[in-house]
């Protein structure tokens, strides 16, 4: 290096809007991203409190049937399109990736700039529309209800389609970086997991979300122009937008787990102490997962009058999916094995993932059994399972991460003590408001039901008492974070005593990312005892 | 025939209802047998963890593992091929079930089903018997229901019989169930369809076979009836979702004065609300909307609305002064 | 950067008749009809005409051979899309079709013999 | 390189590439992964196109009577030569020759423009005879859905259009970087990458012409 390394963090090089606005450090715009991603939990989360509310009677309480359809819509839309896809990828993924393989920025720093203005354009339609008349097709949009209902629809849905680019260019990006700015000794089987997870991310968002693209688009074209594609009273086949919409909508969800597993994979080696179990299983089947979410999506029409042969054919791959899955579960039980355990809050997050994530992927294969699935479909039973999977599944694992990597990316250490409390009233409250749901969708309690059958009333009941609790916990820790923020205590580099390339570097780093390119001889959990 | 629906909660077990139909006891052994596997596996996952966490906790003495295994192929061959076997096998049985449930019977009585929002219709194909909201079936025949939509998809699901699909406008779809005790049973939309998504429901009767005649006999009999009683009845069941008849405004317009009051409409007309006009609003709605409906038009019941029952309805809608 | 393969003009004169050919080709071959292989000829053609196009005109030929297998990876994922999509389609409920006949679609089509105005449907 | 030095404006590497080298490779790695999402972007409505053909063959056989092949044609033509003026103006920097770049760009931008004219004459007729998208359409056919086939045809080729002005935009912005002696042996990523793009355009249109105007 011929050139001065600026000390200063990244933080302090540049001050004023401006310095973050049309910034081109993968860094802060990592940290506007994780802004962005949970001002959208937030916003999504009131509608949640909102719609639980309104269930906690059987009849109406204080919102009119058409409030409460746009409410779990918004509900839906702003935590999947909002949240919960760019959240690890977009947030920790852009801060990370690039220290993480010991390179200084990703490969178009421009492109990635230009992502988050694009996915901040999206949002704005999207947060438009609720002004507009908001949405109430459900997150879904399926036609012909989203062709003819006189909400807002054109308006949210260009809010999703424009922020599938974001998603795609950011996608564009990882695959660059991850292929082009490894450093020398960087090799493909040297990189942190959490990399390959980016990695078979980024090939989903890239392969999948053009098609969610160009289904909106046409969603748009059909309600505008009335092309007649989706629309029956033309001659058009509904069915085939559901096509359209889960070929995208069912890799997301792969989306949204891929890197939430790959922050699992970082928690239990770091707080284990332990080089990772079956380093190669877990790389591989973080692609295999990517590829089999391609051939599954049709496990979410096995009643809407797609074919048997069809359905057949889905439910046969949609349990493949689930092997790798597996597979990565149990190495990280394995990777356990003779560790040095120090359950710190990260790690607890990480106890919480596997426990439940079990839980939704086991519903997950009682739904892609065909036969169940005709009796629990569109029943509070999915619900539950999909909260399992996203919220004790990713959430947690963003959870986890922002524990992990607060040190480094701020700075500054949070109360440990608060941390723990909040991190198990979460758990305790989750399953609260989500286990009930699935006894009583099991009984036949439908979803996205305004009114319901008295009969379920003490369901409701107790899953709205649970979404309190969840609330509480949730203020918690915006508390102690906020708290942190202002007068944490200074952290240490390495406060972890993690081995990857991101804990080498100052914390929070320095603008450069590294004084001098680091060089990498060894594979990245190598700890104390590991086999050479 | 009002009897109470039979309860989901009350009966049944802890996960599902009193399975009625032939195939939903059958399907349930499925959920019961990976409902098994799964609380193993969970309590021998959570178990291991817990386990591992306190005998391998950091301690001062301890900091860094005993042991570094990172690699086993015994270990990962088995958790690769034991689950892929296990997933096989329920895949097998799941798509067994699934069959049955989807080939109805030749033999099967037919019931024409329409969904539109946001009530069910149903016509029984022998004795051209036409109920809406509720239907009836003999015990223990088997069933075939041939459905379609008028507006957007719904979805019929009646939870006793395990038994749920898709009602597509523009195609028929098809299920099929075998009831094997007799009472009144739930039936949900379970297709988001709208507003009143949630008031989109219906109740199936399983009478025995005397019982089935008596009710088709009593339905079919409906000629004698004084005209505004019908038009009430039909009121009940397709338009008070939409209409109020005490003043208050739902999806459209109250009915409480309008027979005989002046309509201003979208477009700036207006008229004096008689006959000719109820009916063109029942059969053509969008013809003349509405002042202040713009956007939600009434779908058309053209068809599904017989001329005497529109006579009936406006006696119905004279008697709302 | 000087290393880079510098094509001749000639290679890409030579590509550009062979579309060019091609493209006659095409349009003659569509005159006769192979029933319902039709489509299977014209996109065998378009094929070709498109494999030329990716390795000459792009340059994959001489590229760095991942770019190519980004190529063939969108290129399988949009055949598993086809293919998944059209096993639905083509294998629904024969029946459909039978009784798709009995819906009145609310075409906007005029209907060439039943006299133009009255078929002329109404306007949604 | 001295010589080169007065004629064009030299390339900074970016700070976080090692060489020029790393700096293309990445540039073309990235440019082809977007071209991927490019093609499942429009697979959508070729799988579009295969369902409803599957659905409605007769009117797909009637429907495609309604477009001039001649026209087809003539834009595949265009469009080949366009993909061709492209490649030679790549090569023409990439042996840094300034005009030849200059005026091949400026040949695909002239191209580029005949197409969209001679889209804009099939549109126009089209819409003389009532066969406008969806709402506005007055066709008049022997098949009920026959609005479905002018649906998808304004979609596709709607959607490549706006590809080709698009690419257009990127055309001339190369004009103006070329004119400023930005390009040469040692960097032309930019001119490569739209080249790239305006190939795929092409790649697509070799797939709509038989399909839409061939075929029925
Ligand atoms: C992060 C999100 C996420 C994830 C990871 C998953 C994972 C899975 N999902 Fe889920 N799913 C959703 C989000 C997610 N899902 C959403 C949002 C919906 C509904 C959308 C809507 O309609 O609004 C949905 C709906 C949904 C349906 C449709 C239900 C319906 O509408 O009728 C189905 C059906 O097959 C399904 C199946 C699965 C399966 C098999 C997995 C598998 O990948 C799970 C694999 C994991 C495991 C199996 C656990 C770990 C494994 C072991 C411990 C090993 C031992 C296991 C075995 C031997 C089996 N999901
Ligand atoms: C990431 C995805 C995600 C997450 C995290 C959640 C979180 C929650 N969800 Fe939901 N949910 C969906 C995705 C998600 N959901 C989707 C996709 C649907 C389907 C929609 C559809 O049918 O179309 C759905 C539907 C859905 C339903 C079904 C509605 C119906 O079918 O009628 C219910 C009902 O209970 C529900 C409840 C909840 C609750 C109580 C939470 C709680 O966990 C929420 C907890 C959050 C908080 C308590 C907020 C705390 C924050 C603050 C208090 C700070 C506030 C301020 C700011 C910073 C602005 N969700
Ligand atoms: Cu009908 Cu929901
Ligand atoms: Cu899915």
Redesign the pocket.
Known sequence: MEHEVDKRSFYEVKKGFMSWAITLDHKRIGIMYLVSV??G??????F??A??LE?ITPDKLFMADKMYNQS??L???I??FL??IPSIPASFGNFMLPLMLGAKDVAFPRLNLASFHIFLLGAAFLVLSIFLGAVDT???FYAPYSLHTDTSVVCAVFGAFIMGFSSILTGVNFIATIHSLRPPGMTWFRMPLFVWALYSTSILQVLATPVLGITLLLLMVERVMNIGIFDPSLGGDPVLFEHFFWFYSHPAVYIMILPAMGVMSELVTTFCRRNIFGYKYIAYSSIAIAVISFLVWGHHLFVSGQSDFASMLFSLLTFLVAIPSAIKIFNWIATMYKGSIDAKSPFLYFVAFILLFCIGGFTGIVLGSLSLDVNLHDT?FV?AH??YT??GG??MAFLGAVHYWWPKMIGKMYNELLAKIACFLIVIG?NV?FFP?FLMGAKGMP????VYDPEFHVYHVI?TV??WI??VG??MV?YYLIQSLRNGEKAPDNPWGSLTLEWKTTSPPILENFESTPSVTCGPYEYKGSPS | MNQKADSLVDKGGVWFSEPISTYAAQSDSLFYFILILSIIMFFAIGFVMFWFMIKYKRTEERPEADGQLIHSNFLEISWTVIPTILCLFVFYWGYKDFLTMSIPPVDAMEIRVTGQKWFWEFETADNGLKTTGEFAVPVNTPVKLIMTSKDVIHSLFVPNFRMKRDVVPNRYTRVWFEAEKTGSYKLFCTE?CGDAHSKMLATVHVLSDEDYEKWVDKNLSSDSVPLDVIGKKVFDVKCSICHSTDGSKKVGPTWKGLFGSKRVFEDGTSLVADDDYIKESINEPSAKIVSGYKGIPMTSFLGSVSDREIDGLIEYMKTLK | MSEHYVVPVKTYVKTLLTLIFLTFVTVKIAEFDFGSLNVAVALFVAMIKATVVALFFMGLKWDKGFNAVILITSLIFMAIFFLLTLGDIETRAQTDKVEAMRFGINSPVNIIGEGHSESHSKKH | MSELDSKFIKHEVAHHFESAEQEFDTAKLGMWTFLGQELLFFSALFVAYAVFRFLYPAMFLEAHRHLSVNMGFLNTIVLLISSFTMAMAIRSAQVSNKKHTFIYLLVTLVCAGMFMVVKYMEYMEKFHHGLLPGRWFTGEGTSEVLHIFFGLYFCLTGLHGIHVLIGMGLIIWLLIRTQKGEFYSEYYTPVEMVGLYWHLVDLVWIFLFPLLYLVG
């Open positions: 949970l001002i939990f937030g916003l999504g989360g009131l949640a409190l719609l639980r269930l779990f819509t509900h839906g839309a935590m999947v949240f919960i459900g997150w879904t509070y619900v999909f909260h996203m919220m990713v959430l989750f408001v749901q979803r996205r039901y305004h899953s649970g979404s969840l609330a949730f203020i915006l | 988001y």
